[in-house]
């Protein structure tokens, strides 16, 4: 389960990047965080992630806070960047066994990984390719079963499917969905609205470092998306 | 996860094509630099063979004691295949003198001596692996954090339980890991350069300075890992760190050096050798009058003109050999050789005091250049080299002050044996084979000359007939010189020299600490 309780940070240039945040994502849930560009999206993973401290306020893992004791919330979550390049050097398998090692994962054989790679749906003549030949999908896909195979509880994907074409980024949903499933946590980010309407269970839209608006699948489906995230986009425009 | 980060980073460099590169480059480059220094060493042995056995054999053809002036030839440092040091900007040799403390060493330093010949650049092997390891160090560390954050890897990794200490020192075991084999691969080709040649003797001396020199290469190349890396820490974007990486690297290799040098020798100022040239020359002119009033006061004394002889030798570092002649000149040399003796050291003193000065003022620039230069991590490599190799500033001067201490060691031989007031100072013929008076010897000399005028046969026929053989030099022993002090000396790494390298050593593993410190300070707060 993530928390964010009254989570705040701002920048030493005295940005305001995130501004009280209180979130929760339960087990089995997909969150998706909708925003613009600076909207503080990315600065809300990264607090989870402890790659940043927060100015005040607490980000929780599964009852831990991240502040407190960052190496051991590690362990309870998995992550997947916008830009998965990995390394290009070593094959899919390779910069899967290195990172299930990592995430403590010393006991895997070939075929755990090329079942987790099926599990993506990464065609299995690429296993053993180096990933410099990869597309962007197929990268996307790699990075996703990194994410996989660590067996976090808690998924953070931040705007895993830009770039990516409508059939990967389909697939990718996919397997957020049989994820959710299995238990997991999903916070997503994303300027995906499609996407969000097709998996989500909760949505939320930050603007200027605020949770705006916080709507549920049934609410959202109701309410026409599209126009409330256009509606707060045009304000964000329209301010001076 | 440490020997993790560690064990994929020197994978993936293995694989890059910066190793390529770069092992390639040293697989030509160093076979190459110890071929030409290996070749550089064996001719600076050819020489130093024919001027030791030129010099030993002209001490043995000694046959009166003041001719006895050794000529101390260097032997060339079988490290010096390793780091040349200023070693070729000297010569090889000196002639101990009574008259005159040893300075520098003159003459040939190598074998290959054509002034004509301009087109090959003197570099040696420690030059090359400052050079190539330093740029191989940068190339590996420029982009350690920026390239994992360009292709969203730190993240991916930070993720993990994994802090960032760890993940930094994983990094730079892994950098180490790809270089260390390339550095170890280099000096094993030196090693195997100098094991093979007949000319080398590696004794245990030896070995322990290869061993020192290995390490200091290997601190050198952490020392630009971690500047690279320190760059890496301080940059968003490889494309910045790349080209502070390039500037930084020629601004320690090449720009700091010369730029020492340049300030060394502006702010600490020696006087023109010619006047200490012309100082000295002054000196000397006193030196040649007392002599000559004291030669006159000796004329004068044995109411002679000066001292008549049939074969006559003599220079102004009082060398003096004579054959024949009245026994007025004998007496004549019994009284003088203890003044002259005397003049001379007293003048070499004095000398000295001008000269010692100016080679102060020398090893003054010289250090301060040094100091000056302790700001690049290079250059403290090549001193530290350069010392260990015998070959810098500091092994000259202690060789010097040992050709000094030899000098007094000469002068005590002939003190201790009473050769100074000996007749072998200057005449290997005895009392009784001369002349009694001036006269008999004029006239003998005269009809010896009358007899030379009319040709080869008379004049043999009368030396034999008239004149004892032994006024002839080569009809005289030579001296036995077995107990001779000779010249022995072998640079060690102990003393002095170890402080000096442990110093340097210990420069070099300061900057690395502060570097890591710096980076490791810089990299906790690095944003990802």
Redesign the interface.
Known sequence: MLQAIELTKRYEDGQLALDALNLEIKPGEIFFLLGANGAGKTTTINLF?N??EPTSGKAIIDGIDVMENP??T??Y???V???????G??TARQNLD??A????KTNLRKEDYYTIMRKVGLQEEAFEKKLKTFSKGMRQKV?LA?AII?DAPNILLDEPTSGLDPKSAAELMQILNNLRNTGKSILMCTHDILRAKSVADRVGIMKEGRLVMLRSREEFLQDDLERIYLDYMQETVMMP | MIGLIARKDFFLNLTSARFILGFLICLFIIPFTLVVSMDRYKGQENVYKVLNDNAEKLLNEARVYSQARPEVVRKPQSLSVFCEGISENLGMSTKVYLGDYPMFLSGQATAKDNPLLNAFFSIDFTSIIAIIMSLLALVFSYDCFTREKENGTIKMILVNKINRSSFFIGKLLGILLTLLPILFFCYLLGILFLVVSPNVALDSNTWLSIGLLFISAVLYVVVFVLLGMFISSMSRQSSTSIIVSLLVWIWFLFLMPNMASYAAQNFVKTDLYENLQFAVSEVNKRHSKQRRDKRLEIQKQLGIDGPNSFISKNDDDGRIEFYGGPKVTFDFHRILTPFEVSYLLDYADKKWALQKSYVDDLMKQEKTQHYLSLLSPSEIFIQLSSSLCHTDANAHSLYMDKLREYRESMIQYFRSNKYFESSLWFTPNKYDLLCDSEEEYKKLSGDWYEAFLKGKEAEKEFSEKYMPKEWLSENNAYLDLSDFPRFAYKPQITGPALNYAISRFAMLLFIALVILMLTMLRFSGYRI
């Open positions: 992630l790659f940043i190496l051991e590690k362990k979550i998995s992550y960047s916008e830009n998965v390049m990995l390394y050097n070593f290195f990172f090692k990592l995430g403590g990075g990194i660590k």
